[in-house]
């Protein structure tokens, strides 16, 4: 039975469903900002801040306030780390999180690993992964540079992110609420996966989600342990330091590795379509 709803969402909210769903933009009618033609639903935005659901299965796209979202338990969440790092793996993490675990998840303090000094996630780390059903998935830079020939890194991070929730599947039930920290748009994120033999649906993206979500934020926080261990395993390999990030400094340490190591060597420990590949080529 057809249905209206009219709703005042928060732009950020506008933003969220529009993004969401952009693949079905239709011609924007007169005092509108968009409007979406869905399968069992048209979605009007409007100027004054109004948003009009019509049609016969609207339940489906009406937007869970965020702030309800954020507070049901079980959930799961993941995150992804190393992407805007040259040297060192990319890194996926997919975390449960239950109602009995966060007397313990407040006490450390649990929120994006970004805003955590690397010394505090070596502590914290450890417990996580010992207190959380998760799943880890480490793609190394060797992997990682012949997957890149013929992905880009969204479609990388959305096979990550699917595998680790297929992973996870197995050793725990997933929960109704699973979060990404959004880094593609919806459709996009299962595009990319239409090749997989098994795929994880029915995923809420946010971005942000490292801040919002506490299972997002202890996936982040146990993927950034994880990364910050394989980094230390590869200075003590190679007994030099691996500067994080993509920076100059990164530049000299990767000068320095290709002098003593070799080319072919780099690219076991960096990610070789970075800019960083072709600016030190030059001074090398
Ligand atoms: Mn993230």
């Not at 709703?7 to 952009?22: P, S």
């Not at 975390?95 to 450390?108: F, G, N, Q, T």
């Not at 795929?199 to 993206?205: A, W």
Request: proline content about 3%; some cysteine.
């Amino acid at each position: 039975m057809a249905e209206t709803k009219t709703l005042k969402l928060t732009g950020a909210q506008e933003e969220q469903l529009f993004q969401k769903y952009r693949d079905y933009a239709a011609k924007t009618p007169q005092y509108a900002k968009w409007q979406l033609k869905l399968p069992g639903c048209v979605i009007t935005c409007y100027q004054s801040g109004k948003t009009v659901f019509q049609g016969n299965n609207i339940s489906q796209y009406t937007p869970v306030s965020e702030e309800k979202n954020k507070d049901i338990f079980p959930q799961a969440g993941s995150d992804e780390v190393g992407t805007g790092d040259y040297f060192g793996p990319v890194i996926v993490c997919a975390s449960i999180v239950r109602e009995e675990d966060l007397p313990c998840l407040k006490e450390l303090g649990i929120k994006d690993s970004k805003a955590i000094p690397d010394e505090r996630i070596m502590k914290i780390g450890k417990t996580l992964m010992e207190k959380l059903d998760h799943s880890l998935l480490i793609l190394d830079n060797a992997k990682y540079n012949r997957i890149h020939d013929s992905a880009n890194m969204n479609a990388i991070k959305a096979r990550l992110h699917n595998k680790a929730y297929c992973n996870l599947s197995k050793k725990a039930s997933l929960p109704s609420l699973k979060i990404i920290d959004q880094f593609c748009a919806e459709s996009s994120y299962y595009r990319y996966l239409q090749y997989e033999e098994e795929v994880i649906r029915g995923i809420h993206f946010e971005t942000k989600a490292e801040n919002k979500y506490i299972s997002v934020g202890a996936s982040s926080i146990i993927a950034r342990y994880a990364f910050l261990t394989c980094m230390q395993n590869l200075e003590d390999r190679y007994g030099l330091p691996l500067i994080k990030g993509a920076s100059s400094e990164t530049d000299a340490c990767a000068i320095e590795f290709v002098r003593k190591f070799g080319w072919e060597e780099l690219s076991k420990v960096a990610k070789m379509h970075f800019a960083n590949t072709k600016k030190i080529r030059e001074l090398v």
